[in-house]
């Protein structure tokens, strides 16, 4: 059976959703983390999402980035978990 390598699989061998924007701002996390991925590079950058719609797959921007200090477009994003960790603790650090 052929996998989408962009997307997760279960145990089962069933697609699992990919997270959307949604479902991270309802853990309280409005910007993603972007990490180049070009051998030394490794600019990393915050971006807030907010003006972007709520149905967009967050692993969809690993597509969508470039690196603006590289040009690479070896980049990987993933939630901000550490604004919702903020979040939780009321008044962050
Ligand atoms: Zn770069």
Known sequence: MRRNPRRAYNEHGHEIPPLMLTGMRAHSVRSIDA????IGCGHSA???????PDVLPVSDFDVRLQCSK???RSVHTRPSWTEMQAASMGRGR
């Open 35 to 38: 990490f180049c991925e070009a």
């Open 46 to 52: 915050t971006l807030n999402v907010d003006g972007l």
């Open 70 to 72: 590289c040009g690479s």
